[in-house]
């Protein structure tokens, strides 16, 4: 008997990889896995007692805007991070829409240095599709390889350039390089600010049709096809998105997707009201794509949820609807969202929602995590399912507040977070 | 005046919030105020001691001299603030302006804003009543307002008429308005316009589109002639000045064939021989100025039931 490690008791386990879901302990050592059977008879430095409560791998969320550098006012990679932790999130993919953008290996080597001195939680790093995010000229992809950039985005825009978006996925694929698309057809949304429909004609806000959604992620599967690269469709929003990730997907053609907790909880009725915090892009969609989200979620044509956590201040908030920022945070409340809106209504099951939220990311991403076999890095999350809260601003560890589930009632409470072998987080007892 | 609903909402933001009853009930109100502006000194002192503060974001010079016109016939004090010459200008935000106004202690804010929604906003960041001046695309409740009053004046009622709007729906809150309103008291309502005019989905608001002039005047009682704002051209696909005339230009030679009462109404101003001919205009059937008096009575119960609200309120503690 050794006097090292931390214990996890009695939890139900839940690691989709080994198509595990049962009653089992844990044990770590030394940052890792070391055993998953039942009643491990160890002494160990920490004994953490999760019977009746979820064992998960930690979260993998492959859409978050940590806004440092540049935008410190917002977010930093240290509060985006410690609200990670709390959200139950071990692992995460940095947007590269920063200032100045990642898109350059001395841009990747000046974020590297503030990820090592101040991220709480595995931060992975996307760069710049084009130098700027401007759409104009390629980065230079191998060198960013390089310096260990695991995907590539211009985030917040498309790249309209169709030759050009051509070359980016041929680059791509000799550098075997994920990249991951911002479905938006910008003359189609133009200065939309929700959803084109019954919602934007009530408001008198600009809409924003499912087609400038759509139309891009045809175009992105068609080149896809055509240079044969990794394609990820990010913030999947509407019935028609769906619909055609599922076709490419069963022409063989290499696209996964995600979506967000909003696209499956609200939809567009909640901008009524005028509330920014509903502001984002692409914008809240009717019932019935909710719905379809729902469903691609389902069977499978969704791969992953992610929050698009978005973090803007007040200032950029609390003003007219359309003059506000495009955005949500949401690193603290996804997880609780899912199993609200997808376990407690039986869309999903624990199994397929680690999948959604651990396995399918990390693989997407090609990260070794997403895991609880024997010997993974141990980034483990316990949750206690029944436990409800209310979304509050004094909750969130993030710098900015900008939550579209404010007020709300969930379920699913992360009570402790291990992140590289370490307890870094508990919540209650 | 028989009502026994009791105003309790501090702001006015749009005809979409209210109760029929609630409708019903400003105009009935303003009935009883149209007196006012005929007597020899056109005063009441229902809002004596009361401040309110015009806060106009857009150039406006009829809705803005209305309602400075209603609440002075009220014995408010009048204050105006156009955000050129404002601290707007400066970078305030409408939040922070409105805080700045509610700390001067003025009671009522006439707000006419770009945005829509904007009126929402600042009505749930400030204590005082917030009456909307037209926001943007999404309401212009006042002049919704006094167009149903006019109707109501000349047809004797709203409930069971059928009323075309014809125009831009799609950028036009007084349009937006009228269709709250009108459904809401019971109207038919179609609205008029080339496709591109009109927003999506409308018809799940009720009423019926149709995109031939002469068939949406048919049975009409009442048409309410929007103006076409050609200025806004930025928005792809606007028809062409004389081509919308000929299309949608309301003449002499298409009223030969509606209903003979037919009431005409603009909310101003009017492009002459674009949206009507001068001589329907002018004519029998027009109700503009009518309408344009009407405003002052409407507008003077907004200001006095809103006002009324928040008294009640506060001495309720």
Redesign the interface.
């Given at each position: 008997m050794r006097d090292e490690g931390i214990l996890i008791k009695h939890g139900r386990v839940i690691d989709p990889a080994n198509k595990i879901d049962q009653v089992l302990d844990i044990l770590v050592e030394d940052a890792r896995i070391s055993r998953v059977a039942k009643e491990i008879k160890v002494k160990a430095d920490t004994v953490i007692e999760a019977k009746g409560k979820i064992v998960m791998p930690g979260l993998v969320d492959m859409h978050v805007h940590l806004r440092e550098p540049g935008r410190e006012d917002k977010e930093t990679i240290e509060t985006g991070t410690r609200a990670s932790l709390k959200g139950g999130v071990t692992s995460l993919l940095a947007m590269p829409n920063t200032i100045p953008a990642i898109d350059s290996a001395d841009n990747v080597k000046l974020i590297k240095e503030i990820i090592k001195k101040t991220a709480q939680v595995n931060v992975f790093i996307s760069g710049a599709i084009t130098k700027g995010r401007l759409g104009r000229e390629l980065t230079d992809i191998a060198r960013l390889k390089a310096e260990g950039v695991v995907a590539i985005t211009d985030d917040g825009v498309s790249v309209d350039d169709e030759t050009l978006f051509s070359e980016a996925l041929k680059e791509a694929k000799v550098e075997d390089m994920l990249v991951v698309c911002h479905c938006e057809d910008k003359a189609l949304s133009g200065k939309g600010v929700v959803n084109r429909g019954i919602v934007a004609t009530r408001t008198g806000l600009r809409g924003i049709s499912n087609e400038s959604e759509f139309a891009r992620v045809e175009r992105d599967i068609r080149l896809a096809q055509k240079t044969g690269s990794r394609i990820h469709i990010a913030h999947v929003s509407c019935r028609e998105s769906v619909e055609k990730i599922a076709q490419a997907k069963k022409e063989g053609i290499k696209v996964t997707a995600e979506t967000c907790p909003h696209y499956f909880a609200l939809s567009e009725e909640c901008v009524l009201g005028y509330d920014t915090n509903f502001k984002m892009n692409p914008p809240l969609r009717s019932k019935d794509d909710v719905e379809a989200v729902k469903e691609g979620l389902k069977n499978g044509t969704i791969d992953a949820i992610s929050s698009d956590h978005a973090p803007h201040t007040e200032n950029e908030k609390d003003i007219e609807f359309d003059r506000a920022e495009f955005g949500v945070i949401g690193l603290q409340t996804e997880l609780a969202v899912a199993i609200s809106e997808l376990v407690e209504t039986k869309v999903l099951d624990w199994l397929t929602l680690a999948e959604k939220m651990s396995l399918n990311p990390a693989k997407i991403l090609g990260i070794n995590k997403g895991t609880l076999g024997e010997g993974q890095d141990a980034d483990i999350i316990i949750i206690d399912p029944r436990k409800e809260w209310v979304v509050k601003k004094e909750g969130f560890l993030s710098r900015s507040k900008n939550s579209a589930f404010l007020g709300r009632s969930l379920k699913g409470v992360v009570t402790h977070t291990i992140c590289s072998g370490n307890l870094c987080f508990t919540n209650g007892k | 005046m028989n009502n026994t609903l009791v105003w309790t909402k501090k702001d006015l933001l749009g005809l979409?919030y209210l109760t029929k009853e609630e409708i019903e009930l400003i105009l009935s109100t303003a009935d009883s105020f149209k007196e006012v502006s005929t007597r020899e000194i056109k005063k009441v002192p229902a809002l004596r001691g009361k401040t309110v503060v015009n806060l106009f974001y857009e150039p406006s010079t009829r809705t803005r001299v209305s309602f400075e016109v209603a609440a002075k016939r009220l014995s408010a004090d009048v204050i105006n603030i156009a955000s050129e010459t404002s601290s707007v200008k400066k970078g305030e935000?409408?939040?922070d302006t409105g805080r700045n106004i509610q700390a001067l202690k003025a009671d009522i804010i006439v707000m006419r804003?770009n945005?829509?929604?904007?009126a929402?906003?600042l009505a749930r960041n400030v204590d005082l009543s917030v009456v909307n001046a037209g926001?943007?695309?999404?309401?212009h409740p006042t002049q919704a307002l006094l167009d149903i009053f006019t109707l109501k004046e000349k047809l004797g009622k709203i409930s069971g008429l059928n009323v075309t709007i014809v125009g831009d729906i799609a950028h036009s809150?007084v349009a937006?308005s009228n269709i709250w309103g009108l459904a809401k008291l019971g109207a038919h309502v179609t609205v008029c316009a080339p496709q591109v005019l009109i927003?999506?989905?409308?018809d799940?608001?009720g009423v019926r589109v149709l995109h031939d002039i002469d068939a949406a005047l048919k049975d009409a009682d009442a048409v309410n002639v929007l103006r076409m704002q050609f200025e806004r051209d930025e928005e792809s696909a606007f028809p062409k000045q004389m081509e919308y005339f000929q299309n949608y230009g309301i003449t002499q030679e298409r009223l030969k064939k509606v209903k003979k009462n037919i009431v005409i109404m603009h909310p101003g101003p009017i492009n002459r021989g674009i949206e009507m001919s001068s001589e329907v205009a002018d004519g029998a059937n027009s109700v503009i100025l009518e309408q344009v008096t009407n405003g002052i009575a409407v507008r003077m119960a907004v200001l006095f039931l809103v006002a009324q609200a928040r008294d009640n309120k506060s001495s309720q503690g």
């Open positions: - | 979409e935000t409408l939040i804003h945005y829509s929604g904007a929402v906003v926001d943007g695309w999404h309401e809150r937006r927003p999506p989905a409308i799940e608001l």
